[in-house]
């Protein structure tokens, strides 16, 4: 099990390198000298429609969080390590932020909507920075959040019973208007990221 759990670590960090670039390019984040030249680049179509509920209960869509930058993190509450890992990296950068983090929307979509209900979700989220809200929904729902950000995510039965869910690790960063802006990689380095959320910031002034 401790082998196959390092294959699959291994090959979502790969997928997560990879989207990185093609996403970092993209966005500026990386800069290349490619046949754009000084044009700005296309931005991919990440980002749109949503209906979820939060994890006070409340039903939402993504017009909700307008007028505001949004961090989003799509993961499960029963992660051994990933989802626990990012969001603890999402406080981090909200309290090194100080006052600004307020000025940002910090999102984790649940990609298992079996066993992430309001109750769970409100459950997990308590032991993460308040300000982070937590989000499920139907299957159906659910399906249709990930596909506006096109993350991949899939049910993993596990030996003896019950499952897990793999799914992809980055943190989407949208400005005030909703339109994508760039990502947070896992494991980003702390420097790195808060330029990110601040230039983000900058642009949504």
């Not at 966005?27 to 980002?47: C, K, Q, S």
Request: with cysteine.
């Amino acid at each position: 099990m401790r082998i196959l759990k390092l294959i699959r670590r291994a090959a979502w960090a790969a997928v997560a390198v990879l989207g990185f670039l093609v996403v970092g390019t993209a966005t500026g984040w990386l800069v290349t000298d490619g046949p754009l030249g000084g044009r700005e680049a296309r931005l991919p179509a990440i980002g749109g429609p949503f209906f979820l509920t939060d994890h006070r209960g409340r039903a939402v869509t993504e017009r909700d969080f307008l007028g505001k930058p949004t961090a989003v993190f799509f993961g499960f509450t029963f992660c051994p390590d990933v989802c626990p890992t990012t969001l603890a990296r999402m406080g981090e950068h909200i309290d090194a932020l100080g006052a600004d983090a307020d000025r940002i929307n910090w999102l984790l979509i649940s990609v298992d909507h079996e066993r992430d209900t309001p109750p769970k979700m409100a459950e997990y989220m308590a032991l993460f920075d308040h300000r982070i809200v937590g989000l499920s929904g139907t299957e159906r729902q659910v399906a249709r959040a990930a596909e506006s950000f096109q993350v991949q995510y899939r049910r993993v039965p596990l030996e003896g019973g019950g499952y897990t869910m793999d799914h992809s690790a980055s943190i989407f960063l949208l400005d005030a208007a909703g339109r994508f802006a760039g990502t947070l990689d896992y494991e980003e380095r702390q420097d790195v990221a808060l330029a990110k959320l601040r230039l983000l910031l900058s642009r949504s002034s």
